[in-house]
């Protein structure tokens, strides 16, 4: 019985640890720095062909209401998108307020020069 109950603890805690790692490789922070900041060209291609058009959460800073449906967000300090929603924000969100969103990346830019866009947003409550 002991074994069993050593057994059952040792595989709850290494379904965790895997669990964990699953849903922090699926943040779309990570995922676009990953795909812009690391690697050679050809890693950053690669990661970007596999990652675009793919739904993710995201984080960051609301830098500028573009429109009711549109906000330009700061993901990190090299990183800013600018956002789509499905549904109107401008409203409910302002400029310095910290956001957390889910979305679909329609295609990766620079991160400061050329923006990355993000589509089909819906902010998390």
Known sequence: ????????????????????????????????????????TYEQEKCKKANGGKQFTFEGIVKDVKDAKKLRVMLDSGNYADVVFKDRVAEKVGVGETITFVGKISKFGSGIMFKHAITNGALKK
């Open 1 to 40: 019985m002991r074994k069993f109950l050593w057994l059952l603890a040792l595989t709850v805690v290494v379904m965790f640890s895997v669990g964990e790692k699953i849903a922090r490789a699926a943040d779309g922070n990570d995922v676009i720095k990953q795909c812009t900041d690391s690697g050679t």
